[in-house]
């Protein structure tokens, strides 16, 4: 059975304090590691997919890295708009089914 | 784009009462998504359709579930009989293809008395 754990649960940072999300997973055979931003009241929102291990992807503030058992996700110089739960999702091989883990929710103080 | 449209955005109902819940996906996208999210158990997959196809219902939780997708813009959800612990809120997502990423709705805040 897939697994995804995230930590930590939750993170508190000054504005400009920049830091980093874990995303561990045990999944047989890896075809792709998502993150999604979500906001309270809404639905997940897609940031970045991910395919193999030493890719990274970058978007404004945040930056999406792969390892065979792990991703990070670096917030650099966070803003109080970056403040949401960001969830990790893992989908295996000849399977459309996502996965997901419990997030981690961020808070960016101003 | 509209993005996926979810209804009601909330609902109230009593146990045992009937409820359904309606998405209407991407349009263009041929595969649609049922996800429940609740704090003890997180995101959680129901079921998935490809073509309006069930493909996939390991996910729903009882018989209780049922799923359709009549045409390429319109699924359903319904819960017959509702129970205290089918509060959460339900999602629904599209894609285009299986191995793209998802986009989700605004989902639907379900409460059962």
């Known amino acids: 059975e897939d697994q995804v754990t995230q930590s930590p649960e939750a993170l508190r940072l000054q504005e400009g304090e920049s830091s980093s999300l874990n995303c561990s997973y045990t999944?047989?055979?890896?075809?792709?590691l998502f993150w999604y931003r979500q906001d309270p009241g809404k639905g997940p929102e897609f940031l970045f997919t991910?395919?193999?291990a030493g890719e990274e992807k970058e978007k404004e503030r945040l930056k999406a890295t792969l390892t065979k058992k792990e991703s990070f996700l670096h917030i650099t110089a966070p803003k109080p708009e970056d403040s949401a739960t960001y969830l990790c999702?893992?989908?295996?091989?000849?399977?459309?089914?996502?996965?997901f883990g419990a997030g981690t929710t961020v808070t960016v103080r101003a | 784009d509209a993005g996926v449209i979810q209804s009601p955005r909330h609902e109230v109902t009593e146990m045992g009462q009937e409820v359904t819940l309606r998405c209407k996906p991407i349009?263009?996208?041929?595969?649609l998504f049922w996800y429940r999210q609740t704090m003890m158990r997180g995101l959680e997959l129901l079921i998935y359709?490809?073509?309006?196809?069930?493909?996939?219902d390991s996910g729903m939780p009882e018989d209780r579930f049922s799923a359709k997708m009549p045409n390429a813009s319109f699924s359903t959800l319904k819960i017959q009989p509702s129970e205290p612990r089918d509060s959460a809120v339900y999602f629904c997502?599209?894609?285009?293809?299986?191995?793209?990423?998802?986009?989700f709705g605004p989902g639907t805040r379900l409460t059962v008395l």
């Open positions: 349009s263009g996208h041929d595969y």
């Open positions: 997502a599209s894609s285009l293809g299986g191995l793209t990423e998802q986009f």
């Open positions: 999944v047989s055979g890896l075809r792709g």
């Open positions: 991910l395919y193999s």
């Open positions: 359709f490809n073509n309006n196809v069930p493909i996939d």
């Open positions: 999702a893992v989908r295996r091989f000849n399977d459309y089914k996502l996965s």
